[in-house]
């Protein structure tokens, strides 16, 4: 593939640059993102005027976004798997968007099925996934998915959801108190700055009784049990177009952001003590780290 230049004027590129500023204005993905985005919206455009003669975003079909999705590297070499991913995201967000502004009716990347990107059957989420499923849960019409899903970025799993109520929540220490499973121990999760906005807004106004579950079902009764948690944080990676992404569970989330810390710190020990678990193996796999390939 060739390196990112200037996109030359046609009514391809005008789409996509029509649709990157939407996505700038609308300010639900991170800046990095977005430009990262950018460079291969314009490249996808690029590879289908000049290999298809397709110059028009409505008139893409899937043949086309597969040969680009397999396309080589300006090096000459076949593409990785995470490269195949980040490349078929950056199409998705391109017509997810464009649907949204009324310019196409279609996707045609919906159905095109990758290779994993490791062998592993679960991976942490990338930084570029969490802002594009933040976009989604905001965009949900309701604050449950946001404030659910800035929750699991503070470490909680579905099975821990349910169990935490307002007193748990110390907005303005950034934290909340995850009380634990069988399989996690009890610990302070901490907010991103994300996360801790969504959740004010969504506890703002509410019923302020301390042992009031943070979170509830579409009836004021229904407590949110597991299996409603799982379907709330499921349809966000859902409208985020990640639901049929290898590897990506709502278990990804609390991986993404185990990997963070470790990635900040370099320390194994402290992730899982984030995490609320026991086993350093366990702990390297659900951050993606296979520490065995690091010795030496």
Same mark, same amino acid.
């Given at each position: ?80 798997? &995470? ?6 995201? %950056? /199409? $998705?967000?391109?017509?997810? @968007?464009?649907? *949204?502004? !009324? +310019? ?116 004021? &009764? ?6 409603? %948690? /799982? $379907?709330?944080?499921?349809? @966000?990676?859902? *409208?985020? !177009? +990640? ?54």
């Amino acid at each position: 593939m060739p390196q990112a230049t200037s996109p030359v004027t046609s009514a391809l590129s005008e789409t996509v640059q029509v649709v990157v500023a939407a996505l700038g204005v609308e300010g639900a993905l991170g800046v990095p993102t977005v430009a990262r985005l950018e460079t291969l919206m314009h490249q996808f455009a690029r590879f289908v005027e000049r290999g298809h003669g397709v110059h028009r975003l409505e008139n893409v079909g899937s043949n086309a976004v597969w040969t680009y999705l397999q396309a080589p590297t300006s090096e000459g070499l076949a593409p990785g798997a &995470s490269l195949q991913h980040f490349r078929r995201l %950056a /199409v $998705r967000v391109l017509f997810r @968007t464009a649907r *949204r502004l !009324g +310019l196409v009716e279609g996707d045609p990347s919906l159905d095109l099925v990758l290779p994993a990107r490791k062998p592993a059957s679960l991976r942490p989420l990338e930084t570029e996934e969490v802002d594009l499923c933040r976009a989604a849960a905001l965009g949900s019409g309701s604050g449950l998915p946001a404030a659910a899903w800035a929750l699991c970025e503070a470490t909680a799993r579905t099975g821990e959801l349910a169990a935490i109520v307002r007193r748990d929540v110390d907005l303005d220490g950034a934290r909340v108190w995850i009380s634990g499973t069988p399989r996690t121990a009890a610990r302070w999760g901490h907010l991103t700055d994300w996360g801790a906005a969504q959740l004010r807004r969504y506890l703002s106004g509410r019923n302020a009784d301390p042992s009031t579950k943070v979170l509830h079902g579409r009836c004021p &009764s229904d407590l949110l049990p597991q299996s409603s %948690a /799982v $379907r709330t944080v499921s349809d @966000t990676l859902t *409208r985020a !177009g +990640l639901d049929r992404t290898a590897g990506v569970r709502p278990t990804s989330i609390a991986g993404w952001a185990g990997r963070t810390i470790f990635d900040q710190t370099g320390r194994l020990d402290l992730a899982a003590a984030a995490l609320g678990m026991r086993s350093l193996d366990r702990t390297a796999r659900l951050i993606g780290w296979d520490w065995r390939a690091s010795d030496g």
